[in-house]
Structures are given as C-alpha cells and as structure tokens.
Nanobody, 124 residues
C-alpha cells in the first residue's frame, strides 16, 4: 500500500485544517488507519485511529473533541478534520495503516505502512 498525505499548511490558532490520506495499491477498507504526528525534537505520537470496517475511532487526549478521523471506503481515503487548532498542534502529520486483526493502536511500531507526512504549522 502506498499512502499520499495532503492538506497541511499554515493556520492561525483557533483555525481549522483538513488532512487527507489517499491510498493506492489495494483497498484499505479492512485495515486499521491512523494519524500520528511528530513535532521538532519530539517522538512521534499517536493522534487518532479508525478501526477496521470503520469501527469506533479513538483519539489522543490532547485532540479529543477537536479532531475527527473519518474514512471513505469508496475513495480509499482517510481524513483528519482538525478544529480549534493550537500552537502545540504544530507537527508533521503522518497517516499509517495496518491489516492486522489486532494492534496496539497507540504504538507507532504496530503499523505496517506509512505516508510521507504533511506539515501543519499553527502560528499567529
């Protein structure tokens, strides 16, 4: 599977951005799909995951209530809607996935393929 992330950019605090991740190679409809992010000098951290067959999503506490992950199996895409953005959301955002039946979704080592990342900068 190849993933192509897009939608990053510069936004003011309180603003919104929508990231999109397009998959090619095969369908990802039965895979766990997630977003991680990595800020300069920090480790890659979990942001959100949507389970197989559009199962219930899970979010990091830091983004709960502000971010929404969704998938469109007809388009083979996974999106991340980010609202009420804060400067601490600044990072490179990566989409990732795994076809395994069970994963520790908060652990970046659990995933099998990754996109190239898209930079989100939240600044006034």
């Amino acid at each position: 599977v190849q993933l192509q992330a897009s939608g990053g950019g510069l936004v003011r605090p309180g603003g919104s951005l929508r990231l999109s991740c397009a998959a090619s190679g095969r369908t990802i409809s039965t895979d766990y799909m997630a977003w991680f992010r990595q800020a300069p000098g920090k480790e890659r951290e979990f942001v959100a995951v949507v389970g197989r067959n559009a199962g219930r999503p899970n979010y990091a506490d830091s983004v709960e209530g502000r971010f929404t992950i969704s998938r469109d199996n007809t388009k083979n895409t996974v999106d991340l809607q980010m609202n009420s953005l804060k400067p601490e959301d600044t990072a490179v955002y990566y989409c990732t996935g795994s076809p395994r039946a069970y994963i520790t979704y908060w652990n970046f080592n659990a995933y099998d393929y990754w996109g190239q990342g898209t930079l989100v900068t939240v600044s006034s």
